[in-house]
């Protein structure tokens, strides 16, 4: 099922975890024609669900009842995320704008148009003031989230972004582009790495490890400290990844998978050993989410549904596959 190649240095408990007793996944939706991005909100009770007909929602996690119906950007919905304190959401499209909303009224604090590619990736800095876009030009752009205003552009970074925990780092790459961590008050890369380049990127919690989906199925984590990768030893050939996250206390690695039975599996971050599998969509795995206090998980995928798994510590069967 796969383990990392070097551990020792990672001083990393083994996670354990395990489906709540007698919990069936919850499904929420279809929401359009195919969901292609979803973001737990700060305080865990609400989801932003963003989908290829242009519709931008957030919903009860509860009840999967709709909230807010956003004025949408111009394109599919292809990024979203949550503001720190929860009040506003940044979305993106796959013709190139973002647009910023105030939830407490649900009006539209600005949009703007990053360029004609579309925005693949959004954050926030831990104090809200700025807001990260990755964009499938190769390029991460810097934004002041109360003005839209453009800040500064990090060219060649790839089609793949993710913003530190504390907000100070951006790490980037692509298929075919060497993984990088920019220092964003310099706008300048101080971390290379030539030999590996990702489709789906994720920081740790503690901003210490990026974990790097790649074409094939292959995962790996990259200490940035360090300077060490941990390389998933598999034992086939999976579809790429599509998509990846960390749990909330870092001990776990959530993968989605691009297949057409929609795989996610749960990984064990200190050791790479498989806890669990899932196949429970009908198309490619688009989104995978923790909520905040770690007790769901969330997938989103192209059959436009979305699965929530409840999780609870335990020890687990290691490797365990369950069909949908």
Request: aromatic share 8%.
């Amino acid at each position: 099922m796969g383990t990392w190649r070097r551990v020792a240095t990672l001083g990393v408990a083994l996670a354990m975890v395990a489906l709540a007793q007698g919990a069936e996944p919850r499904r929420l939706g279809p929401y359009g024609e195919k969901v292609l991005v979803l973001a737990f909100s700060p305080g865990g009770s609400l989801l932003a669900v963003g989908a290829g007909d242009r519709t931008v929602t957030v919903r009860d996690v509860e009840t999967g009842e709709e909230q807010w119906h956003l004025e949408p950007p111009t394109g599919s919905v292809v990024s979203a995320a949550f503001s720190p304190d929860g009040r506003r959401l940044a979305a993106g499209s796959a013709d190139g704008w973002i647009v910023v909303w105030d939830l407490s009224t649900g009006q539209v604090v600005w949009r703007g148009q990053a360029s004609t590619a579309a925005v693949l990736h959004l954050g926030f800095s831990a104090d809200g003031a700025l807001l990260l876009s990755g964009s499938s030009d190769q390029r991460v752009r810097l934004w002041d989230a109360g003005t839209g205003e453009k800040r500064a552009t990090l060219t060649g970074a790839g089609r793949a972004a993710a913003i530190s925990p504390d907000g100070c780092l951006v790490v980037t790459g692509g298929e075919r582009v060497p993984l990088r961590i920019w220092d964003i008050a310099s706008g300048k890369p101080i971390l290379t790495f030539l030999r590996y380049g990702g489709t789906a990127l994720a920081f740790a919690p503690s901003g210490k490890l990026v974990a790097c989906g790649r074409l094939g199925g292959a995962l790996a984590l990259w200490d940035i400290y360090t300077q060490e990768i941990l390389e998933q030893e598999t034992h086939e050939r999976w579809a790429d990844v599509t998509a990846v996250a960390f749990s909330p206390d870092g001990k776990l690695v959530a993968v989605g998978y691009g297949d057409e039975q929609g795989t996610v599996r749960l990984f064990d971050a200190a050791t790479g050993e498989q806890l669990y599998g899932w196949a429970e969509h009908r198309g490619a795995v688009t989104a995978v989410a923790f909520s905040p206090d770690g007790r769901l998980l969330a997938s989103a995928a192209l059959d436009g549904a979305i699965v929530l798994r409840e999780l609870e510590e335990s020890s687990p069967d290691n490797g365990r596959e369950e069909g949908g």
